[in-house]
């Protein structure tokens, strides 16, 4: 490849012609994006492919090498390109729940297919260049020179022409991606998991995670900075414990690796380019998929007033459950959870995902949610023994599914599954698509915990309703570090919160009662209303203990807000400091939600609401930081304030430190 600087080969790519036809190795190949402001390039460096991508006359990627080495080669040296298609595509596709109800993809396609590497073999690299980013992914045909695909490192690069602030999580010592994102330049870190959310210049952030990870490993990026400043991010795939990375038998697909290229850090939260590159839906009849709010056994364990296990103070016992539907069908909550309702929490017990402890009626008290149009939320704690869970799982969704249980939740606390292989490795990618298949079978939906990162997969198969795999509630209830900090959840719709739904479980409402001293929610109790709508999930469970919603007046905003939504926009918002997400009900009601909250800072924000309708007013119901609120002397002050507005109006708000505001604005008919 030519050492012209990346900046003149941007301008070039810019000034040239989407239908130029080029199939030399010497002359790169090039792609722009439907809108034009996105150009790639992609070619042969020294006989290893390459790509760069820019937007106008900025680098966003600079040349960055692609390839894979094997167990018996690579395909990685001395190639060339053989031959290349493009393609274009324009349509809008309607999602069984989400963000927004309809989705637009629209890309330019680039297929190049190369040949070459030890043994000399055929790959194909397709690119998809949508206007707020790329993805590309890795297509090896059976063919005799590879009878046996095993992958031991895949080469993908993504270089950035200079040293740049991220936030992340680091991959080493952090266990079900539960860890604080913390913002450091790329040359600080260590092995990060994925989405990396990187600050590249004032008006261009950058997010690289993957999409589609069906049997193949996770993947994770590895710093390695160059001579001239840049640094090049290098992927590191979780491995199975011999080593190998993919073992693919005759062919390859891989998952997409994804570049969402944003303006602001908003239009990061507002990119569905990784559900554009997933399967349409495989589910004929989507009509048993419904999202929803729950409450459940669950705060008072981790605040240590009840145990998962048998014994005086047992939490899921038939009185205690019949307590939580009662409240549930009272204030309009789709389902309840149970926490330890089966054998396998006790020590030395067999973990059995049908048979209930002897204090829980799991017959009589399904009977009794469904009268009350209430359903259970199982769970499947399995310790980390996914067989186990494989062994029964057709018995106990059968189970489930004939007593109208519609959603589990399903766990693996244990640093590896089956004592064997880690959790994001191929071999958990396998099992987590297999518990998942069997759940659409029997018309379950699925809430899992210590996932694999979510990818997207959703769309194909939407009954994997939301996920785990962040730091959640339950690190305010014992945490010994005080819990999560101030920024944490306004750092997470722009980092974790990019891969998919969290079940972070927001929503508490005491925050006495200490475990730990000085442990708690670090926020005042508006900032935990805002989080119900900041931190989607279409599964969202109000997680305090339902004495400490009983009367509350905040209560009513939960009571009315979806969590399946019709449009989503970002008003504002900085990486770890501020943000501020309104959405759209996904009903007739026209009603629209808005959560903002902040870190340790206080802030006044103006709300630009031009989003609204035009000429309809709106009843705004506001939730929000009393004028004494603060989040640690004195977190419980809360206003509620009504008033009249229009597109045309613009919304402040006050927030306290670490604090926030919800707020529910109704057509006025």
């Known amino acids: 490849m030519n050492r012209i600087s990346a900046s003149i080969l941007c301008s070039f790519i810019a ?125 090896i045909p059976e063919q005799k020179a590879l009878p046996d695909i095993v992958i031991t490192d895949e080469l993908t690069e993504f270089s950035l022409p200079k040293d740049v602030p991220a936030w992340s999580i680091p991959t080493n010592h952090t266990l079900y991606y539960e860890n604080i994102f913390t913002r450091d330049l790329l040359s600080q870190k260590d092995t990060v998991n994925t989405p990396l959310t ?63 290229v944003g303006r602001q850090a908003g239009d ?38 009840h ?24 204030h309009g909550f789709s389902g309840v959870l149970a926490e330890g309702w089966n054998f396998g929490w006790g020590e030395g017990e067999e973990i059995s995902f049908t048979k ?103 769309r194909t198969l939407p009954n994997l309703m939301t996920q785990e795999g962040v730091r959640g509630q339950e690190y305010n209830a014992w945490s010994t570090d005080g819990g999560n900090p101030p920024s944490h959840t306004a750092t997470l719709p722009f980092t974790r919160g990019l891969a998919g739904p969290m079940d972070f479980t927001p929503a508490i409402f005491n925050f006495g009662e200490e475990v730990v001293k000085g442990t708690r929610p670090q926020s005042t109790i508006a900032k935990q209303l805002a989080e119900f709508v900041v931190l989607y999930s279409p599964l969202q469970m109000a997680a305090d203990a339902i004495e400490n919603y009983e009367g509350h007046p905040a209560l009513s905003f939960i009571e009315s807000c979806p969590t399946t939504w019709r449009r989503t926009v970002v008003p504002n918002g900085e990486v770890g400091r501020y943000v501020t997400i309104a959405r759209e009900a996904r009903d007739d009601s026209g009603r629209w939600f808005i959560g903002s909250l902040t870190d340790k800072t206080a802030r006044t924000l103006k709300i630009d609401l031009s989003f609204l309708q035009p000429g309809v007013r709106y009843a705004a119901m506001i939730y929000e930081d009393g004028s004494d609120a603060d989040y640690i002397d004195n977190p419980m002050s809360l206003a509620i304030r009504q008033c009249e507005l229009t597109s045309a109006d613009s919304l402040t708000l006050h927030l306290a430190r670490s604090g926030g505001a919800a707020i529910r604005l109704t057509p006025i008919k």
Request: proline share 4%; hydrophobic share 35%; charged share 20%.
């Open 15 to 139: 000034t040239t012609s989407l239908l130029t036809t080029i199939s030399t190795n010497a002359t790169p190949l090039r792609l722009t994006s439907p809108d034009g402001h996105l150009q790639l390039t992609v070619g042969i460096d020294r006989g290893k492919p390459f790509y760069t991508l820019c937007r106008d006359n900025d680098v966003v990627i600079s040349p960055s090498h692609l390839g894979f080495l094997l167990a018996d080669g690579n395909l990685a040296d001395k190639m060339k390109i053989t031959a290349s298609n493009r393609d274009s595509h324009d349509d809008t596709w309607t999602t069984v729940w989400g963000e927004d109800e309809s989705i637009r993809n629209h890309y330019n396609e680039l297929a190049v297919n190369l040949r070459g590497g030890k043994p000399k073999a055929n790959m194909t690299i397709v690119f998809r260049l949508f206007n707020d980013g790329l993805g590309f992914r890795y297509e």
């Open 198 to 260: 990187i600050e590249a210049a004032p008006d261009m952030h950058i997010a690289i995670h993957q999409a589609a990870l069906v049997d193949y490993a996770d993947l994770n990026l590895t710093p390695r900075v160059g001579d001239n400043g840049s640094v090049t991010l290098l992927s590191a795939l979780t491995p199975w414990q011999d080593n190998t990375k993919v073992k693919a038998g005759k062919s390859l697909i891989s998952p997409w690796r994804t570049v969402i």
């Open 268 to 305: 990061l939260i507002t990119s569905r380019l990784m559900l554009n590159l997933n399967e349409p839906c495989a589910i004929d009849d989507t009509s048993w998929i419904t999202p929803g709010r729950y409450i459940g056994i669950w705060w008072s364990i981790h605040k240590k007033h």
């Open 307 to 330: 145990t998962w296990e048998q014994g005086p103070t047992h939490g899921a016992n038939t009185a205690n459950m019949k307590r939580y539907i009662d409240f549930a069908a009272k």
């Open 356 to 458: 209930a402890y002897p204090d829980f009626d799991l017959e009589g008290l399904a009977k009794y949610a469904r009268e009350k149009g209430v359903f259970i939320v199982g769970h499947t704690e399995t310790w980390g023994k996914s067989r186990l869970l494989e062994a029964q799982m057709e018995e106990a969704f059968a189970l489930y599914e004939r007593l109208g249980i519609k959603v589990v939740k399903t766990g693996y606390v244990g640093a590896m599954l089956d004592g064997e292989e880690l959790q994001h490795s191929q071999y958990g990618a396998r099992h987590y698509r297999r518990v998942l298949e069997c759940a659409a079978r029997h018309h379950i939906m699925i809430d899992n915990h210590e996932p694999m990162m979510p990818t997207g997969i959703q």
